[in-house]
């Protein structure tokens, strides 16, 4: 569409223009995109010869990559920035792109054309990652439904297609229904015992919102520390229905955004798509692009851990329940009081508590000192750029770069909560590594928070659990950014196992406990004076506070997530199933009400379906990774070069045990997971 050619979106510029993108645009260039990318493919179809890399793959890859970088900022916009403008539109692309990429699964030409070319010569004279490349690639076809003919074709690109739209309105329930759920309160007495900056930031939300006194909300910088401190119990339990109701058909907008309906269809036709394929079930589909060999072993990794966590987990409810009872009088907890007298029995054994903490983590400070580790780990540099035009006024870029200035990749940071912005943190794709001819394009992330944004004129500080998720993105940025794969599809976390993809992000969390880490990014916010030793002290002996019933609640996740996989079929009662689970697993049981499957965004949205374990069995490896550095110190330059070198650097281009094989010199061992989370004591040497 010659109109639209000059769009910003098209534009192959260093960096998406975002504040030139326009809803009215977004269509209208994705159908530009994809119009090219249909021209790149029938030109690779019209080759003639035997299909080589630089005539079949070369081609395929710059495809891809390209399409991903138009896409790119409309998701990410979508993400942070919503407005009905563009959900509408983004809605619109959905159908097309799910069209488009399920037809080139199913290209039964492209497929024979790759089938032709991995059984020749030019195979066999490619490079290890290279050959990769072109075995994903015959995976993902036969996963994409090549093999299907007729019937069985059109309806497996049916449910592609309405799988996407499906997962987008489950998000958009889930945002909505967080953001459509407000509280004022006029009595700031009535919030007895909620921390100053929380109700500081009540009191600007409420400004913002036009409406009197305080504002509390859904959004975890104002739900967290409602929960965790406020004196009212009526007031606790009044949030907490409302959160552990989202999007459901309970609680106060009932139906209003309820997700019941589209989570049921998602299972169905996931099934019924693993079906066609010839899988057992969805589980079995979803394995194919793991670590995890079966069903079955990733049921007893789970179990295992159960069994190890639950008298320890156990043994902390008990002593939870003790207290509230014998320092408050408190008969029987319930759901909402949990994090309440936890936090104080926090106090009563350690002297501490998150917001005591707060003030010692000014953002800025944060991040900058999480640059200054990894830039000592990893022998890399990262500045600020402020001519670099974002999607809003908090939002920072950085550039990193080798020790010797060579340009390795660039971050957007955005780390505040704000309106219209998806909750949870994450990292995301901008652009990625690829190399064109001599020169190299380097690869560009998102990294996104959402933390208590600042108040008035004071600088806005972050408790100690909020550093612990920046450093967690942050090492998925890393992963993304550091890589040395010219190839797409395998380049930073492209092609790399996704039970094996949160090895970089939970391995980086382990310096947020470490002294020589805490100094660079730590000082008062008003004073500067440094994090004092005993509150440091302290700090790192709270750290495994609950960590049995903190194990449990993951692994309750991640077994209904799997089971629900594996064994849904329509009139499954959800519902029961985490029920069932949690009789099984869990010391804690939520009430009847408590809707989470309905807000469970990470397995009906967000990319790990069968696959929530993924957390848990990357845990064995990012604390086995990390008890490399116990062995010898936390800034240790060797094994810093060597964790950059085998693991980040290698992107999807070997498997993920081969690169974790590399640097530790062994397959990984679960005793330092345990001995982290506190679960089982260390050795007797080590204790020593």
Known sequence: MPQHQHNPLLLAAPLPPFADIRAQHVVPAIEHALAQAQATLDEVLRASGTPGWATLIEPMEAMGERLDRVWSPVRHLHAVVDTPELREAYQACLPLLSAFNTALSQNTALYQAYRSFASGPGYTALSAPQRRVVDNALRDFQLGGVALQGAQRERFAAIQTRLSDLASRFSNNVLDATQAWSLSVADEGALAGVPASALAAARQSAREAGVPGLRLTLDLPCYLPVMAYAEDAALRKRLYEAYATRASDRGPDAGRFDNGPLLHEILVLRQEKAALLGFANYACYSLERKMARSPDEVLAFLRDLAVRSRAVAQAELDELTRFAAQEHGVASLAAWDIPYYSEKLKRRRFDISQEDLRPYFPVHRVIRGMFDIVERLFAIRIRDRTDVVTWHRHVSFHEIT???????????????????????????????????????????????????????????????????????????????????????????????????????????????????????????????????????????????????????????????????????????????????????????????????????????????????????????????????????????????????????????????????????????????????????????????
């Open 402 to 688: 080798d020790a010797d200035g060579t340009r390795l990749g660039a971050l957007y940071l955005d780390p505040f909560a704000r309106a219209s912005k998806r909750g949870g943190a994450w990292m995301d794709v901008c652009r990625t590594r690829m190399r064109r001819g001599a020169k190299v394009q380097t690869p560009v992330a998102y990294l996104t928070c959402n933390f208590t944004p600042p108040v008035g004129d004071q600088p806005a500080t972050i408790t100690h659990d909020e550093v612990t998720t920046l450093f967690h993105e942050f090492g998925h940025g890393l992963h993304h950014l550091l890589t040395q794969v010219d190839i797409p599809s395998i380049a930073g976390i492209g092609g790399v196992e996704w039970d094996a993809v949160e090895l970089p992000s939970q391995f980086l969390e382990n310096w947020c406990y470490e002294p020589e880490a805490l100094a660079l990014i730590s000082a008062h916010h008003v004073s500067g004076e440094p994090l004092p030793a005993t509150l440091l002290d302290r700090l790192r002996a709270a750290r495994n506070f609950q960590s049995g019933m903190q194990m449990l609640r993951q692994v309750e996740f991640a077994l209904f997530d799997f089971r629900l996989h594996m064994e849904y079929q329509p009139g499954l009662d959800v519902l029961a199933l985490l029920d069932e689970v949690r009789n099984e697993v869990a010391v804690l049981h939520p009430p009847e009400f408590n809707r989470f499957a309905y807000a469970f965004s990470h397995i009906f949205s967000g990319g790990y379906a069968a696959g929530y374990y993924s957390y848990k069995w990357a845990e064995v490896l990012s604390s086995d990774a990390y008890a490399r550095f116990e062995e010898s110190e936390v800034f240790d330059r060797d094994a810093g070069a060597d964790f950059r070198r085998e693991i980040l650097e290698r992107g999807g281009e070997r498997d993920a045990l081969a690169c974790f094989v590399a640097f530790r010199g062994r397959e990984p061992a679960i005793a330092a997971l345990l001995r982290h989370s506190g679960i089982e004591p260390p050795p007797a040497a080590d204790a020593a």
